[in-house]
């Protein structure tokens, strides 16, 4: 009787550490799903997810220069303004003769005018030539590497100089590659190159490029001849 219940206490006991085993093997599980994780880690996990949402934003957002393909140029400042070539049968009133190495030039309001068959025309001026005074549209431009301002109207630059009486006049002068103007006249030429659009008045190239400063946003910069 003594070892029946000594086999019976035996097999309660290899029950109940059995079960017991069994039981905790599932916490087990769930603490190895269930690891620590290392913070340090995680944080350098998400900084540099943030760093390359930042980062794919920013390329985004760049601004990308507008290409203007074959865009009427003529600003409103020159609407009206006499195309180069054109024949007037008059010059304007108050029009003053502006004589310069052997030839007699008409200028009114920034435009040069000289005698021509049924008329006068309109034509660029020469470098050198000098006036006293400039329309009040007229534009002065800073342009780097050069000491002195330009002033710009009609697509002539000048420079201010003083004559031998002391007076101010303005002196027609070689467009500086870099200035950036505001518009071309009437009279102008398209010219692609590479792909690109490029406007030529009076031998003098211009490229669109974007310019705040300006009411439209878009300003015309002097550039080499990209033809060459």
Known sequence: M???MNRIGKG???TVLMTGMFCALPGEADAQRKK???KAAKKRAVKNAVRHN???RAVAKRRVRKRYVKRHVVHRTYRGFPRRG???RTTPGGAVVVNFKRQRYHYHGGVFYVAATGGFKVVRPV???RVRVLPTARRRIVVAGHSRPYYYYGGVFYTQETNDAGEEEY???KAPEGAVVDGLPEG???VAVAGEDYYELDDVYYRPVEAEEFDEGVGYEVVANPVK
Do not use: C, D, H, S
């Open 2 to 4: 003594k070892q029946l």
């Open 54 to 56: 930042t980062t794919n």
């Open 36 to 38: 620590p994780v290392n």
């Open 171 to 173: 002196e027609v002068a």
């Open 127 to 129: 470098l050198g030539i």
């Open 86 to 88: 054109a024949i007037v």
């Open 12 to 14: 309660l006991l290899l």
């Open 188 to 190: 102008y030429e398209t």
